[in-house]
Antibody, heavy 127, light 108 residues
Framework: QVQLQESGPGLVKPSQTLSLTCTVSGGSISSGGYYWSWIRQHPGKGLEWIGY???????YYNPSLKSRVTISVDTSKNQFSLKLSSVTAADTAVYYC???????????????????WGQGTMVTVSS | DIQMTQSPSSLSASVGDRVTITCRASQGISNSLAWYQQKPGKAPKLLLYAASRLESGVPSRFSGSGSGTDYTLTISSLQPEDFATYYCQQYYSTPPLTFGGGTKVEIK
């Protein structure tokens, strides 16, 4: 059974880059058929999709964060990662990684619902 | 972007009650809608996808319906473990994928 686990610093200074990694166990990122996602939740608030990546490296980002976000994949380690640059206190949130079934068609990416989630990791931006 | 509006934002109900939560999309999403349950300190859990398809292992007291822009999550008989926050999410148009603001179901 596939499981996801986030890891990374829980405290990041303002203006620095937030870096998180999601390790996938029980299945291979390279098997295809899924997009690997990052989602965040500000304290006491709703959910915000950050972006996702296919094992081939194709990425899709939320336009609201696109200028600051990089998602990458390391198939040899069965991991994918998030980098968010120039962070401020507004980036303080619980960050989740999640799996979403999907395919890339001629007309664009077609995805379904997020079926597996990591437990989440709290990241605080503070000096 | 497709905006998702949930109502109500919170509700109080008793064990055994029938509970209905509504989600409205800013444009038609052709049943490309998921519902999640989130308990405090936990990750969201997928309940339904394609508006009405129950995820494996989810109790049958959860059901979904709707079409076009309007969708509903119904819990037929509320159980103690159902007190949580529920989110809808559209996956018709990406990027971006978007979520509703959530509905907190509390004990009356």
């Amino acid at each position: 059974q596939v499981q996801l686990q986030e890891s990374g610093p829980g405290l990041v200074k303002p203006s620095q880059t937030l870096s998180l990694t999601c390790t996938v166990s029980g299945g291979s990122i390279s098997s295809g058929g899924y997009y690997w996602s990052w989602i965040r939740q500000h304290p006491g608030k709703g959910l915000e999709w950050i972006g996702y990546i296919y094992y081939s490296g194709s990425t899709y980002y939320n336009p609201s964060l696109k200028s600051r976000v990089t998602i990458s994949v390391d198939t040899s380690k069965n991991q994918f990662s998030l980098k968010l640059s120039s962070v401020t206190a507004a980036d303080t949130a619980v960050y989740y990684c999640a799996r979403v079934p999907g395919v890339n068609t001629f007309g664009g990416v077609i995805v379904s619902a997020f079926d597996i989630w990591g437990q989440g990791t709290m990241v605080t931006v503070s000096s | 972007d497709i905006q998702m509006t949930q109502s109500p934002s919170s509700l109080s109900a008793s064990v055994g009650d029938r509970v209905t939560i509504t989600c409205r999309a800013s444009q038609g999403i052709s049943n490309s809608l998921a519902w999640y349950q989130q308990k405090p300190g936990k990750a969201p859990k997928l309940l339904l996808y394609a508006a009405s398809r129950l995820e494996s292992g989810v109790p049958s007291r959860f059901s979904g319906s709707g079409s076009g822009t309007d969708y509903t999550l119904t819990i037929s008989s509320l159980q103690p473990e159902d007190f949580a926050t529920y989110y809808c999410q559209q996956y018709y148009s990406t990027p971006p994928l978007t979520f509703g603001g959530g509905t907190k179901v509390e004990i009356k």
